[in-house]
């Protein structure tokens, strides 16, 4: 069983900062791949950032860099993504996935349900 659970998402002000967690289970992140999706009703799914468990090395979309930041704990088969400044153009669902390398080659497999992320004033 491979599994991605997404948490950490909520209601925050603009400029204010969260973090997401993925926890994976079914699979050694060490191994593999994760990353971050959003999507909001009416656009295109969006990528954000793929961390290669191997190493902990992320790449990032334009859109996010310098903002977003992704970090993982092997030990504790866990994803985070770290989000500052954010705006209202950040509220969308966020969601976690996995893939066997961060390379446009490898599709992303396993799919987490996804956290709300709110930016309101």
């Known amino acids: 069983e491979v599994q991605l659970v997404e948490s950490g998402g909520g209601a925050v002000q603009p400029g204010g900062s969260l973090r997401l967690s993925c926890v994976v289970s079914?699979?050694?992140?060490?191994?593999?791949?994760v990353g971050w999706f959003r999507r909001v009703p009416g656009k295109d799914l969006e990528g954000l950032s793929c961390l290669q468990g191997s190493t902990g090395y992320s790449v990032y979309a334009d859109a996010v860099v310098g903002r977003f930041i992704s970090t993982s704990d092997n030990a504790l088969q866990t994803v985070y993504l770290q989000m500052n400044n954010l705006g209202p153009e950040d509220t969308a669902m966020y969601y976690c996935?996995?893939?066997?390398?961060?390379?446009?080659?490898?599709?992303?497999?396993?799919w987490g349900r996804g956290t709300q992320v709110v930016v309101v004033s």
């Open positions: 996935a996995l893939a066997k390398l961060c390379d446009s080659a490898y599709s992303y497999d396993t």
């Open positions: 079914g699979f050694r992140l060490a191994e593999f791949a």
